[in-house]
């Protein structure tokens, strides 16, 4: 069996990884074609990282269906692991070796000559911008730029499929948008992504495709901007009260004005195709918040509709 | 589902066989040693030598040649003895944080474990660069033991086999042990000072354990640096026969090979959830 013909590069049906009694990934159906960039969505603890690692064939499933790159990972592991790029989600960097070593290092595990790793060292640590630390031990880097060697690392083999898991977490705002930009490019070239994540803007950012994972089950599939037009409304407006005043608000039937109203500790969020006509009608009613703000409706949006909590908490 | 063309990048990884694929392993942690092996320095070659000075030298010129002693001085009846407690510390100090360090605080052995080399490669790696490191640890000892007078014949040569594979024998357990535990590795202080510090007391180093009580010597007989020293002075004097040979190299291979096992199933266990 070849997917490469159909595409598909990733294929999950029905997939389940248990840790004894517990679930941690309740049986997903996921397609991951080939050139895209696609994403799992959701907040700590859904099963991202269980999925992922089934799909790095470091992880055994226990049950369901499961190809990658057309093989089968409990026979082909090591075939498949050859031709996969992984990041996890913690740095597992060896801190005691240098950066080029790391690089070099690592390549030779994938049979790669030592004139190849050397020479392709140099190129990774230029495009992790990292080469003027390139004879320095790992130890002392900053995080970022742990994370950026992680991240040239796992491209030492050419992968055809790169698995990043929380890719930008912990990563200060410069630092992330300068990683999606890396990331775009080996989008460009044709490396398929697969990217977990629970920033729902690094996914509307970076993913065609995304599913919503909670509880170890996807709850919506699609691409963003679908996803957003199906499960939410154009816009969101939202209201700050004083404390204790929200509660008078929701008396005042607030919630009338729109077809969905979400009431968050410490704000409402008003569905609304037009946000600020809905805050007009608001204020004719006598509702008097302290701040009010209209914006687009985000996977934010989404994932609050589908499982009533915030992504991020 | 829409239709791809041929795939615009082809990966350059590939699987490496097995021998290859260890090897590979002992070339990483080459890299490493050739950054720190001044940090290794003290504990895996100053440290036996010290003893062998100490004892050998020192409490040594007060032991006359006998019976005991081969009729040799003493110094010279310790040192391929030294040479075993020497690769038993090197053995459980390779074998013990370093692994544990590769499972909890480096974590590389998961980085390993996500390219094409697996568990059982891994820890092949493992014990052929601790073997390794305990082979070179062992022809310095030779080399400065000779320098300092402490041998007589070109036997302790065949003694370094000895050495390496009591090495061996002693470092698979440990192995097994440091894939095991998930604490900070106090178990391994118990194994330094209720098995390695006893054991290096009473395995006939110093003294021949016919010395010791009659209680005390089917004990003895399960310490494998006794079993290694046997050998070692076999080889270094002469004068061994075939049948307790046998008996030693075979209580060493199988111990070696039952410590294996053992750490090819935690390694499995561990690494693979
Ligand atoms: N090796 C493991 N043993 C037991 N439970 C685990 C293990 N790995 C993950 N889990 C549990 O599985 C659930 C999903 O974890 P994970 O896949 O890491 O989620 P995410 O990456 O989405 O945060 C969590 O509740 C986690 O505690
Ligand atoms: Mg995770």
């Given at each position: 069996?070849?997917?490469?013909?159909?595409?598909?590069?990733?294929?999950?049906?029905?997939?389940?990884?248990?840790?004894?009694?517990?679930?941690?990934?309740?049986?997903?159906?996921?397609?991951?074609?080939?050139?895209?960039?696609?994403?799992?969505?959701?907040?700590?603890?859904?099963?991202?990282?269980?999925?992922m690692?089934?799909v790095?064939?470091?992880?055994?499933?226990?049950?369901?269906?499961?190809?990658?790159?057309?093989?089968?990972?409990?026979?082909?592991?090591?075939?498949?692991?050859?031709r996969?790029?992984?990041?996890?989600?913690?740095?597992?960097?060896?801190?005691?070796?240098?950066?080029?070593q790391?690089?070099?290092?690592?390549?030779?595990?994938?049979?790669?000559s030592?004139?190849?790793?050397r020479?392709?060292?140099?190129?990774?640590?230029?495009?992790?911008?990292?080469?003027?630390?390139?004879?320095?031990?790992?130890?002392?880097?900053?995080?970022?730029m742990?994370?950026?060697?992680?991240?040239?690392?796992?491209?030492?083999?050419?992968?055809?499929?790169?698995?990043?898991?929380?890719?930008?977490?912990?990563?200060?705002?410069?630092?992330?948008?300068?990683?999606?930009?890396?990331?775009?490019?080996?989008k460009?070239?044709?490396?398929?992504?697969?990217?977990?994540?629970?920033?729902?803007?690094?996914?509307?950012?970076?993913?065609?495709?995304?599913?919503?994972?909670?509880?170890s089950?996807i709850?919506?599939?699609?691409?963003?901007?679908?996803?957003?037009?199906?499960?939410?409304?154009?816009?969101?407006?939202?209201?700050?009260?004083?404390?204790?005043?929200?509660?008078?608000?929701?008396?005042?039937?607030?919630?009338?004005?729109?077809?969905?109203?979400?009431?968050?500790?410490?704000?409402?969020?008003?569905?609304?195709?037009?946000?600020?006509?809905?805050?007009?009608?608001?204020?004719?009613?006598?509702?008097?918040?302290l701040?009010?703000?209209?914006?687009?409706?985000?996977?934010?949006?989404?994932?609050?509709?589908?499982?009533?909590?915030?992504?991020?908490? | 589902?829409?239709?791809?063309?041929?795939?615009?990048?082809?990966?350059?990884?590939?699987?490496?066989?097995?021998?290859?694929?260890?090897?590979?392993?002992?070339?990483?942690?080459?890299?490493?040693?050739?950054?720190?092996?001044?940090?290794?320095?003290?504990?895996s070659?100053?440290?036996?030598?010290?003893?062998?000075?100490?004892?050998?030298?020192?409490?040594?010129?007060?032991?006359?040649?006998?019976?005991?002693?081969?009729?040799?001085?003493?110094?010279?009846?310790?040192a391929?003895?030294?040479?075993?407690?020497?690769?038993?510390?090197?053995?459980?100090?390779?074998?013990?944080?370093?692994?544990?360090?590769?499972?909890?605080?480096?974590?590389?052995?998961?980085?390993?474990?996500?390219?094409?080399?697996?568990?059982?490669?891994?820890?092949?790696?493992?014990?052929?660069?601790?073997?390794?490191?305990?082979?070179?640890?062992?022809?310095?000892?030779?080399?400065?033991?000779?320098?300092?007078?402490?041998?007589?014949?070109?036997?302790?040569?065949?003694?370094?086999?000895?050495?390496?594979?009591?090495?061996?024998?002693?470092?698979?357990?440990?192995?097994?042990?440091?894939?095991?535990?998930?604490?900070?590795?106090?178990?391994?202080?118990?194994i330094?000072?209720?098995?390695?510090?006893?054991?290096?007391?009473?395995?006939?180093?110093?003294?021949?354990?016919s010395?010791?009580?009659?209680?005390?010597?089917?004990?003895?007989?399960?310490?494998?640096?006794?079993?290694?020293?046997?050998?070692?002075?076999?080889?270094?004097?002469?004068?061994?026969?075939?049948?307790?040979?046998?008996?030693?190299?075979?209580?060493?291979?199988?111990l070696?090979?039952?410590?294996?096992?053992?750490?090819?199933?935690?390694?499995?266990?561990?690494?693979?959830?």
């Open positions: 069996m070849t997917t490469v013909g159909d595409g598909v590069l990733v294929q999950a049906n029905g997939l389940v990884k248990r840790f004894g009694e517990f679930t941690a990934v309740g049986g997903i159906d996921v397609a991951v074609r080939k050139g895209e960039a696609f994403g799992f969505l959701g907040p700590n603890g859904a099963g991202k990282s269980s999925t690692r089934m790095a064939c470091v992880s055994p499933r226990t049950e369901g269906e499961l190809s990658v790159l057309g093989m089968d990972p409990d026979r082909d592991g090591p075939r498949i692991r050859a996969l790029g992984v990041v996890p989600q913690l740095d597992n960097l060896d801190t005691e070796l240098t950066v080029r790391n690089l070099q290092v690592y390549g030779r595990y994938f049979g790669l030592r004139a190849t790793v020479a392709k060292a140099t190129e990774l640590m230029e495009f992790a911008q990292l080469s003027e630390r390139a004879d320095d031990e790992v130890e002392p880097l900053s995080g970022g742990k994370r950026r060697l992680t991240i040239a690392r796992s491209l030492v083999n050419d992968p055809e499929l790169l698995l990043l898991d929380e890719p930008t977490t912990g990563l200060d705002p410069q630092a992330r948008h300068l990683l999606w930009d890396k990331l775009y490019r080996l460009q070239q044709g490396v398929t992504l697969i990217i977990t994540t629970h920033f729902m803007d690094e996914a509307e950012q970076l993913c065609d495709r995304l599913v919503v994972m909670d509880h089950r709850v919506a599939e699609g691409a963003p901007s679908a996803l957003i037009k199906q499960y939410s409304t154009r816009e969101v407006l939202e209201l700050r009260f004083n404390p204790g005043e929200q509660q008078d608000a929701l008396d005042n039937g607030v919630a009338d004005l729109v077809e969905r109203i979400e009431v968050l500790p410490d704000r409402l969020l008003l569905y609304t195709e037009n946000g600020e006509s809905t805050l007009e009608t608001a204020h004719a009613k006598g509702i008097r918040p701040s009010s703000l209209v914006r687009r409706s985000t996977l934010e949006d989404v994932f609050l509709r589908l499982t009533g909590r915030s992504l991020v908490d | 589902m829409p239709q791809v063309s041929a795939p615009t990048t082809q990966a350059t990884g590939r699987v490496v066989r097995s021998p290859h694929a260890a090897w590979l392993r002992v070339e990483g942690h080459w890299q490493w040693y050739r950054r720190h092996w001044h940090s290794t320095l003290f504990s070659i100053a440290q036996p030598i010290l003893f062998l000075v100490a004892m050998g030298m020192g409490f040594g010129s007060q032991v006359e040649p006998s019976e005991a002693t081969r009729n040799l001085p003493y110094l010279v009846y310790l391929p003895a030294m040479l075993v407690v020497g690769a038993l510390q090197n053995a459980v100090g390779e074998s013990s944080y370093p692994v544990l360090s590769g499972f909890k605080w480096q974590k590389d052995y998961w980085a390993v474990t996500a390219t094409p080399i697996t568990p059982g490669q891994l820890l092949a790696g493992q014990q052929i660069w601790i073997a390794l490191v305990i082979g070179f640890n062992g022809c310095a000892f030779v080399l400065i033991a000779t320098l300092l007078g402490a041998v007589q014949s070109p036997g302790i040569l065949l003694s370094l086999l000895a050495m390496v594979l009591t090495g061996m024998a002693c470092s698979a357990p440990v192995v097994a042990l440091a894939a095991t535990v998930t604490n900070d590795g106090n178990a391994f202080n118990g330094f000072r209720f098995v390695v510090m006893p054991m290096t007391l009473f395995s006939g180093t110093f003294f021949p354990v010395q010791l009580p009659e209680w005390a010597q089917p004990v003895v007989w399960l310490s494998p640096l006794w079993h290694g020293t046997e050998l070692s002075r076999a080889a270094a004097f002469g004068g061994a026969e075939f049948g307790p040979v046998f008996g030693h190299v075979a209580y060493l291979v199988g070696f090979a039952l410590g294996i096992w053992l750490a090819r199933w935690r390694f499995r266990r561990r690494l693979v959830v």
